[in-house]
């Protein structure tokens, strides 16, 4: 549910923002990415928050005979009313650090690797080349900040059973090299480049190949030639 949201925020400020910059440029595609990652934090930190709550409930140290949250929105309002806002925006600062970035190079590496494989309309194999370009953008991305958002998955899940662990980003980095050394940052990362390719390689394609289609005949007559994602109007 939160992607549906998050996806239409990213792809909008991302292209608003590539136009506002008035060049299409690597420098302006990452700058609007990591604008669209950072305005898209008021919406995935309290999904990414909920999911974890909903995940963590009747496992391991935080198993209980009965159920705290029946869903997702059931969870976030027994937080609100519990901590209020600043509750719901657990682990915020670390999303954004994350976010910024992450997306940064999202856009970029699609944009350099549409560029750079010649993903044009009238491509016979622009489908293909589409997908690639956005699963290896996924995979770039998380890359990118993947420790980061390890921390931010344990500052949101502390305090579920009842014991606060951690005092900040700072402290939580500190005491979980100290416990499990410098793995413990890359731990979950081959699972999540194994569902970041797809999912992304479906996500840019999909979006891309449905601005292409909602494009007027004289439209595409009009835009100079070159790469798909070299318009500013494809995002």
């Not at 005979?65 to 600062?93: A, F, H, P, Q, W």
């Not at 500190?174 to 999912?199: C, D, M």
Request: net charge positive; aromatic share 10%; charged share 20%.
């Amino acid at each position: 549910m939160g992607l549906t949201f998050i996806n239409a925020l990213v792809f909008g400020v991302q292209g608003n923002t590539l136009r506002a910059l008035g060049k299409d440029t690597p420098l302006n595609q990452f700058l609007a990415g990591s604008a669209a990652g950072a305005i898209q934090c008021i919406i995935c930190c309290p999904m990414e928050l909920a999911k974890t709550r909903m995940q963590l409930q009747g496992t391991g140290e935080y198993k209980l005979k009965t159920k705290n949250y029946k869903n997702s929105l059931d969870c976030l309002i027994k937080i609100y009313r519990k901590e209020g806002l600043r509750g719901i925006n657990r682990g915020m600062v670390s999303t954004f650090i994350r976010e910024t970035p992450s997306f940064g190079f999202y856009f970029l590496t699609y944009d350099c690797m549409t560029r750079y494989l010649g993903c044009e309309a009238e491509d016979s194999y622009v489908i293909p080349k589409l997908l690639f370009s956005g699963g290896m953008s996924g995979i770039v991305s998380w890359l990118s900040t993947y420790p980061m958002d390890v921390i931010k998955s344990r500052l949101q899940a502390d305090g579920v059973g009842g014991v606060t662990q951690y005092n900040g980003i700072l402290d939580c980095v500190r005491k979980s090299y100290h416990e499990e050394g410098w793995r413990v940052f890359t731990r979950g990362l081959t699972s999540t480049l194994l569902r970041a390719f797809p999912v992304n390689a479906a996500t840019f394609a999909t979006v891309t190949v449905f601005l292409m289609y909602m494009r007027s005949e004289d439209d595409l007559r009009e835009c100079e030639p070159g790469p798909v994602i070299q318009q500013p109007s494809s995002l």
